[in-house]
């Protein structure tokens, strides 16, 4: 099989895994995995184990037309593969990595474990979970400085952040924005200059899987070496914008982001909170006017969010926790 191929399925992916050695297909069940916006993603076992295929998608399964390339598997299987040797606990085992058909397989979590997205829709918020990521994301962000550890391919490769993040969620946001296109395009031109350490790139509840005693960081595919501040900004935002759309949570998720905050800096003190505002701003209008919107935000949540990326961009306040100041003081 070569990337040029059909995507897996149900029915394929059997053969296929067992061809490779991984699974017994003749005990073997699969089926498909929600959330694959940019993979096919499928669940196989086999008894005896319980794991989970990844393979891209040249097209993202949005409603925008919206590609990337399809090699990004690779640097995803790169980044689970540091993190678990900086932290073993803080990512699943990588299995197999076909790459030719562009294909990755990892172990899967245990059943009871739920990623935490949901857990926060539905009301269970848990500053530990959050306190868990700042410490495994500073982990990461200090043991990869300068690029240490990390492949020339995947220091080389500044075309996935760029297809991914930059042009879907910046620059489209500049050109529905052109009153602010300017303080977007500063942005953008201080992040690809600052390439510093192993940065995920979609650094966010629903890559988290949460159970008992244990938190897994999951989907790399944006790995890349550059601007740690990134990752910090995209969790906040998250944080944010569930803060909006269910104000009775709200303190709940405040104290979550300083827990996250706090155990993050207790290492790796952020520093320019002025720059980290200015990326929660970007990211946050993203959120309302990029590719890929938010979709649990009502309209009056929209506003609300449009609000306050614009003033955390414009006036970049220096001081990280800014954006949940500005909410209490209503001026969201």
Sequence with gaps: MNATEELLDERTVIPYLAGRGVIDAKRATA??????????????????RRLVLKQ??????V???WFAPRERVLREAEGLRVLSGIDQDAAPALIDLDRDALTMTIEQAPEEWTDWKSRLMAGEVDP???ARLGEALSRMHRATQDGSGLSAELVEDVET??????EP???TTARRNPDLATAIDEVIARMRDTRQCLVHGDFSPKNVLVGDGGAWIIDFEVAHLGDPSFDIAFLETHLLLK????????DALAATSRAFL?????????????????????LLLARVDGKSPAEYLRAPEQRRAHELGRTLLVEAPDAPGAAWTLIEQGTE
């Design 169 to 171: 969620y910046h620059r």
């Design 128 to 130: 530990a979970v959050a």
């Design 56 to 61: 891209a998608r040249a097209k993202l399964a």
């Design 161 to 166: 952040f760029d297809v991914l993040r930059i």
């Design 243 to 250: 803060g909006l759309h269910a104000p009775q949570r709200r």
């Design 262 to 282: 706090d155990a993050y800096a207790r290492d790796a003190p952020i520093s320019d909170a002025g720059h980290l505002s200015r990326q929660i701003g970007c």
């Design 31 to 48: 089926r498909i995995l929600g959330g694959g916006v940019s993979n096919v993603v499928l669940a196989v076992t086999d008894g005896s």
């Design 63 to 65: 409603a925008e037309a």
